[in-house]
């Protein structure tokens, strides 16, 4: 297969999640906006927003500075794990070190956000979907790098099936309200966040 076949078929392999997550939205609004009200989307959106922001200024966009050096290194691969390694530990340290502040601040964060203090569990959620969230799209630009566009589009598409199952599940059936929607976007960042480390793992590690 010439190059440019592969790109051609890289190009349709990339769209595949582009068009689920087009698609799923059509299926759920209809539903899910007969258990919540626009107040409670726009709740979700404020405190995910807000937690989006705080996580990457901390993390310095140090994963996307990753990604010019990615390619100054590739040809090494020790120099690409020591790479990927260090600017995964800051950004997950980095993490770790702001998520005690923001619970004892989640609170302040949701009079101030939000405009009520009652909301600090959503801050709390928001915030640990944020962090997976940007260190699963980490790992995902990798593998665009990388060119691996079948391992991209199939993490990503399950990361969006999954999710909508949950926000069903979670808003339909267990009726959990505007909570469901923040802990759907959690628990889905999460499994597929572990199921892509698990997959970098045995890749850079050699086993």
Same mark, same amino acid.
């Given at each position: 297969?010439?190059?440019?076949?592969?790109?051609?078929k890289?190009?349709?392999?990339?769209?595949?999640?582009s068009?689920?997550?087009?698609? @799923?939205?059509?299926?759920?609004?209809?539903?899910?906006?007969?258990? @919540?009200?626009?107040?409670?989307?726009?709740?979700?959106? !404020?405190?995910?927003?807000?937690m989006t922001?705080?996580?990457?200024?901390?993390?310095f966009n140090?994963?996307?500075?990753?990604?010019?050096?990615?390619?100054?290194?590739?040809?090494?691969?020790e120099?690409?794990?020591n790479l990927l390694?260090?600017?995964?530990?800051y950004m997950?340290a980095?993490?770790l070190l702001?998520?005690?502040?923001?619970?004892?601040?989640?609170?302040?964060?949701?009079?101030?956000?939000?405009g009520?203090?009652?909301y600090?569990?959503?801050?709390v959620i928001?915030?640990?979907?944020?962090c997976?969230?940007?260190? !699963?799209?980490?790992m995902?630009? !990798?593998?665009? @790098?990388?060119e691996?566009?079948?391992?991209?589009?199939?993490l990503t598409?399950?990361?969006?099936?999954?999710n909508?199952? @949950?926000? *069903?599940?979670?808003?339909?059936?267990?009726?959990?309200?505007?909570?469901?929607?923040v802990?759907?976007?959690?628990?889905?960042?999460?499994?597929?966040?572990?199921i892509?480390f698990?997959?970098f *793992?045995?890749e850079?590690s050699g086993?």
């Open positions: 297969m010439s190059t440019a076949q592969i790109k051609i890289n190009i349709f392999t990339y769209l595949i999640p068009i689920v997550s087009n698609i @799923l939205p059509f299926i759920s609004m209809p539903i899910i906006t007969r258990f @919540l009200l626009p107040r409670d989307f726009g709740i979700v959106a !404020l405190a995910t927003s807000t922001i705080v996580v990457t200024f901390f993390v140090v994963d996307y500075a990753t990604q010019r050096y990615y390619f100054e290194h590739r040809e090494s691969k120099k690409v794990n390694t260090t600017t995964f530990i997950a980095m993490m702001l998520f005690p502040l923001v619970i004892i601040l989640s609170g302040l964060i949701s009079a101030f956000v939000i009520a203090d009652n600090s569990a959503v801050v928001a915030y640990i979907s944020s997976f969230s940007v260190l !699963l799209n980490f995902l630009i !990798l593998y665009r @790098l990388m691996r566009s079948k391992e991209y589009s199939a598409t399950v990361n969006v099936i999954t909508f199952v @949950l926000t *069903m599940f979670m808003i339909a059936f267990l009726r959990m309200g505007y909570i469901g929607l802990l759907a976007a959690m628990i889905s960042q999460a499994i597929v966040f572990f892509t698990s997959k *793992m045995k850079f086993r």
